[in-house]
């Protein structure tokens, strides 16, 4: 037996090498963003394998929790009782797997085989996916959750996944490449790449991420959130405010970390649905919105955009570039730039901007005069007295 184990071990030793694959990268787009994602495919095409290889190159441990095999108090806590629960409460204590992963400080958890979860399971997991509660413990902010499952038709006593779970993931279609697998297994796997977001660029990415959700959706006010009419397609992705702001902190790190257009196209789809996301990626690939940090700089020849979403955008991305390092110089220099969008002829989109802009006043500047074309806006806000 020594000897066939020890043939076994050398049949599994893999080489990895990088190869582009845009679904992978979307899916290391969305664990870098801190994002629930779920990968559906059907039994057997290396989901595991590859969440055990993502682990890897994050560095960090893999726990893998079978949902479907699990009991709602398996992610809801059991009920323990002390000495006095009048006074103290009755704590709802953790499984093992969620005591594992806070001890280590984090880690990628995998919950496998979701869409065989009954409904009662799919309810006690929606705080755990979202907020990271797992009974009355928190675990660490370091802590990924990716999940899996196999479409209904081929999943074990398959259920369809509930609206509010559903909600909770960036989707993500897990499909083979018949070429892929012939070279895996003559040795040698693709890599699976994190990545690597700069720092230096968070401010200006932050802003530019706020301008362009906020523009498309002043232009598109029924996408602000969707719930679909028929029982599968809200078992998947669909946009609610709270898959916007999935959408925002993939753009924040795309913009920090340069990640793939098809990537990010494909995170954003699975965080919204294929017919918003499609709308929105085109409205992201046109709409090409200045550096806020080289308006801030020179507000004087900034030029606004002719049309109202996307001077709407370029406002907002200006303004919240200030909130995210407010200086006197950086917040008179979004006057100067609110400015150029009155004489431009549109004061009634930079009113909004004027707003956000006046709410971060320190009380020890002065007033602007840039400010006079806002006046009366402000006033009726209480922004100005």
Request: charged letters at 20%; aromatic letters at 6%; a negative charge.
């Amino acid at each position: 037996m020594d000897a066939a184990d020890a043939l076994l071990d050398a049949v599994r030793a893999w080489r990895t090498e990088p190869v582009r694959d845009p679904k992978v990268e979307a899916l290391a787009l969305a664990v870098t963003a801190n994002l629930p994602v779920l990968l559906w495919g059907e039994p057997g095409i290396g989901k595991s394998a590859t969440l055990r290889q993502l682990a890897d190159s994050l560095g960090t441990p893999l726990e893998t929790v079978i949902a479907s095999v699990h009991e709602p108090s398996d992610f809801a806590g059991l009920p323990i009782v002390g000495d006095d629960p009048a006074t103290t409460g009755v704590p709802m204590a953790p499984p093992d797997w969620a005591v594992r992963v806070a001890h280590r400080g984090g880690g990628l958890v995998f919950f496998d085989e979701l869409s065989s979860a009954p409904p009662a399971v799919q309810a006690a997991l929606l705080r755990v996916v979202l907020e990271r509660h797992v009974g009355s413990l928190e675990l660490p902010a370091a802590t990924r959750i990716v999940a899996a499952a196999n479409p209904p038709a081929s999943a074990a006593d398959g259920w369809h996944l509930s609206p509010p779970l559903a909600n909770r993931f960036v989707h993500l279609q897990w499909t083979h490449d018949a070429a892929v697998v012939a070279r895996g297994l003559a040795g040698t796997w693709p890599a699976v790449e994190v990545p690597t977001v700069d720092t230096a660029r968070s401010s200006t990415a932050i802003a530019k991420a706020r301008g362009t959700v906020a523009g498309f959706l002043t232009a598109r006010p029924g996408l602000a959130h969707h719930l679909p009419t028929d029982a599968e397609s809200r078992g998947g992705a669909w946009p609610s405010p709270r898959t916007w702001e999935m959408v925002l902190r993939l753009l924040a790190v795309h913009h920090c970390a340069n990640a793939s257009a098809d990537a990010l196209a494909m995170a954003i789809c699975g965080a919204i649905g294929d017919g918003p996301g499609l709308e929105f990626t085109t409205y992201l690939s046109e709409l090409d919105l200045p550096d806020p940090e080289r308006v801030l700089a020179n507000p004087d020849a900034f030029v606004l955009p002719d049309r109202g979403d996307r001077q709407l955008a370029c406002l907002t991305a200006v303004v919240s570039a200030v909130q995210g390092n407010t200086t006197r110089t950086r917040w008179e220099a979004a006057w100067v730039v609110l400015a150029q969008a009155v004489k431009a002829g549109v004061p009634d989109v930079a009113a909004r901007a004027a707003m956000d802009l006046a709410a971060i006043r320190d009380t020890d500047w002065p007033v602007p005069a840039t400010v006079d074309a806002f006046v009366d806006v402000l006033r009726l806000s209480g922004r100005l007295a």
